[in-house]
């Protein structure tokens, strides 16, 4: 199999998806780049991409070899309310960055928008549109290719997100950061995709705040819910790189070991490999990662979703498919594990002796 695809023009992501092609997110930039020293946790904002471009610059990188379709501009929480005078700046320098590594393969830049931090207290819908708008007017004066609108707690801000975004006529993503529960406000998965339709979303799904088997519970509810009311789109999910199986409807956020004992936590590369096909065989097409997902994981949706694909990312050309490559171990007993089977029915230990399997969310 081929470890990249031939070049030629590059598809739109409705064009992709409606092909049935299979798109691959990015993952991580917050907490990876908090673990490299880059960014600091606490308001989580990216002025990393002013301040250190050769750190985010590589990390898209990273995530484009390893079989990544899409560079999402790093504009978490990129919006006025949270960084002053320096948003503008800041959202340009994403979108460069995005843009310069996304041309150097079959990649597509998405400009990103999230939750605000003033909607919780000041639901002024107003005031909350005019901040996505500002960051929407930077989207489409960079031409980014389609735009995603992410980490939403409430689906009432989810939509004024999908409505602002609809005005530069391109594709609009959106996804939700919650669980099967619902939004903050009791509000169903399968309703919060309705919604998010209705407003223009051609891509709904969910990201963040939960592992990867609760995250496509949720997109399960949601295409359920979508199927009652007879509306069809594209599904998409970017779960996190951890478990969260005792995550309360706050998600990773409310465990204890948020956001710095979470190394525990992470998901194998095997993990991912079901999760990928999973999310398949459940008919989602954008499939990526969020916190915690780093570029093997992303590595690992490419190499199990290859023969629908077609192909390899460049990053397998150094990966034996299911451990292959340790048939070249000098002790026997590793190069037994060189296979499938192995892998797939490993329960991988802690390490940490007397560390409870669960723990109490502190909410």
Excluded at 57 to 80: C, D, I, K, P, Y
Excluded at 111 to 130: F, L, N, P, V, W
Excluded at 181 to 202: F, I, N, Q, T, Y
Excluded at 327 to 338: C, Q
Aim: charged share 25%; with cysteine.
């Amino acid at each position: 199999m081929a470890s990249t695809r031939a070049p030629g023009a590059k598809k739109g992501i409705l064009e992709r998806l409606d092909g049935g092609e299979v798109v691959i997110g990015d993952g991580s930039f917050l907490i990876t780049l908090e673990k490299r020293g880059y960014v600091k946790a606490g308001l989580w904002t990216p002025e990393a991409v002013v301040e250190h471009p050769d750190a985010v610059r590589q990390l898209h990188m990273e995530f484009l070899r390893a079989g990544a379709n899409v560079m999402q501009t790093f504009t978490f929480s990129a919006s006025e309310d949270n960084m002053e005078s320096k948003w503008e700046d800041v959202n340009a320098a994403a979108c460069d960055l995005a843009k310069e590594v996304a041309g150097k393969g079959d990649a597509l830049v998405a400009g990103g928008i999230c939750q605000t931090s003033m909607y919780k207290y000041h639901k002024d819908e107003a005031r909350i549109k005019k901040l996505f708008r500002q960051q929407l007017e930077v989207f489409t004066r960079e031409n980014v290719d389609f735009l995603i609108a992410e980490y939403f707690e409430y689906v009432e801000e989810a939509v004024w997100a999908v409505e602002v975004l609809k005005e530069s006529g391109k594709p609009v993503a959106a996804t939700m950061c919650i669980g099967p529960a619902g939004d903050m406000h009791g509000v169903p998965p399968g309703e919060c995709a309705v919604r998010l339709v209705k407003a223009g979303a051609s891509i709904v799904g969910v990201n963040c705040r939960f592992g990867p088997g609760t995250s496509l519970k949720t997109v399960e509810l949601m295409k359920e819910g979508l199927g009652a009311t007879g509306l069809k789109t594209h599904l998409m999910v970017q779960s996190l790189g951890f478990h969260t199986p005792d995550c309360g409807k706050g998600g990773f956020v409310d465990l204890p070991e948020y956001p710095f004992g979470l190394e525990p936590r992470a998901a194998t590369r095997w993990d991912i490999q079901k999760y990928a096909r999973e999310a398949y065989n459940l008919g989602v097409r954008y499939i990526g990662g969020c916190c915690g997902f780093e570029p093997y994981h992303i590595r690992a949706i490419a190499e199990e979703l290859a023969p629908e694909r077609g192909f390899l990312p460049l990053a397998s050309e150094k990966h034996g498919s299911w451990g292959s490559g340790l048939n070249m171990h000098t002790k026997p007993w590793i190069r037994a594990r060189a296979r499938r089977e192995y892998w797939e029915n490993l329960l991988p230990a802690s390490g940490r002796p007397f560390c409870p399997s669960l723990s109490k969310p502190d909410v």
